[in-house]
Every structure is written in C-alpha cells, then in structure tokens.
C-alpha cells in the first residue's frame, strides 16, 4: 500500500504486525482467553480499552512505513521519535527510526508548495490565507531562482571532491528525505491526533491525513473503533 502526498513524497506500507483480533486477545489473556473471530464483544472491549486509556494491549501492532517528505516536515515528526523503551507509558514510545544519509546520497529532490500562504497576524507560528496572484509569481520565480543557484553551487562542490557530509551544509529544509518508520498503533494514532487538526502546519497535515486512510486499510476495525472512542 503507497499513497502519493504532495508534489513528490509518499507513505508506503512495508510490513505489518498483527490484526483487529491482537488487540482482544492481549487484553483477554489475562483470563486465559483467545479469539478467532472478530464479533461485536470484541467491539465493544476495543472501544471501551481506547476510550478509557487502557493502552498497552494497542502496542502489540506494528506497522512499518517508508516515507518520503520534506525535511521540514520530517523534523516535526522526528520529535513524535524518542526511541524503543518500555518504562513509561508515554504515547510518544514503541518506535524505530532510521533515514537515507545526505552523506552517502545526493539530494534530488526539492518540495514546490502550490501556493505561498500569508504569515497570520495573531500567531506567531501559523499561516492565514495566500499571496495575491502577483506575489504568488514572484515568489515562484524568487525560489526557482534560489533553488537553481543552490544546486549549481552544491553541484560545483561534489563535483571538486568536496565531501558530501560537507556539501549539504547548503541544503535547504525543502529538501525532499526518506525514512524507514516502525511504531505501535497507539504511537500512530497519537502521531495522527496531534498532527491532523488545524493548528499544525498544512504540509504535516496532508501526511497525517494519509497516514489515518493508510491505518483504515491495515487495521479497519481496530482504528475505526479508536477514531470513535476518540471523537475523531
């Protein structure tokens, strides 16, 4: 499964653990219990385990992900990334992390947003609305510009030998990056919860959207039942 986001990232599914049926029969071991089918009991146990913060038996499914992004984007969900660690019951734990190196592999790819947004007046950290039609050319043509200068300097670098550790000091956070990304149900979710509303950058958002259509597709009852407990 891979959906295309923005002009040139994606979100692959690579590998899954589990079922709809593992996040019952974790709980339900307590009791020496064990399901086959997924019934409406089962329903009502997800819904009930989800709605009042009963976690660990979500941590039992796995989904790896190949994701391709800008590396702006990638910075803020890195900080969803903390590590594997079994402690704490934090909804920022259970995951694995691993991405492509501007040492080893030139960069290629850069992001071209569709429209430049305007800063917001009350919020240091938002965007509101877009540029008129005449700055959204100039704008276009400004980072067209930056972009070819950029990678004609980059390419003069790599091309005198320098190294490339050292070259991609003048890469800039548009720059597209790949990962390889591991982590729980819960930890997904909470990464979607945080990053699928209004206040996150719009960039973000359209992962975060894609990556909720992705978890319908591996696990369809459980993430339904979750987004309903939720109030998504």
Do not use: C
């Amino acid at each position: 499964m891979k959906k295309e986001v923005l002009d040139k990232g994606f979100i692959e599914v690579v590998d899954s653990l589990g079922s709809d049926l593992t996040v019952v029969n974790s709980a339900r071991v307590s009791f020496g219990k064990r399901k086959t089918k997924f019934d409406k009991s089962d329903a009502r146990l997800v819904r009930y385990l989800a709605k009042y913060k009963h976690y660990s038996p979500f941590r039992h499914l796995q989904v790896q992900f190949h994701l391709k992004a800008p590396e702006f984007v990638m910075r803020q969900w890195y900080k969803h990334v903390v590590g594997i660690e079994t402690t704490s019951n934090s909804s920022a734990k259970d995951h694995a992390w691993n991405e492509i190196s501007g040492r080893y592999v030139p960069v290629e790819d850069y992001y071209h947003p569709e429209v430049w947004r305007k800063q917001s007046d009350d919020n240091k950290q938002a965007s509101e609305g877009v540029l008129d039609d005449l700055q959204q050319k100039r704008m276009n043509m400004t980072y067209q510009v930056f972009l070819n200068q950029m990678e004609m300097a980059y390419g003069m670098m790599i091309n005198a030998g320098v190294a490339k550790e050292q070259a991609r000091v003048l890469l800039p956070l548009s720059q597209y990056t790949e990962v390889y990304w591991t982590a729980s149900f819960q930890a997904i979710m909470n990464f979607i919860e945080l990053r699928n509303e209004k206040t996150s950058q719009w960039e973000i958002q359209e992962y975060a959207k894609v990556l909720l259509d992705l978890m319908f597709d591996v696990y369809p009852e459980t993430t339904k039942l979750w987004s309903e407990a939720h109030n998504w």
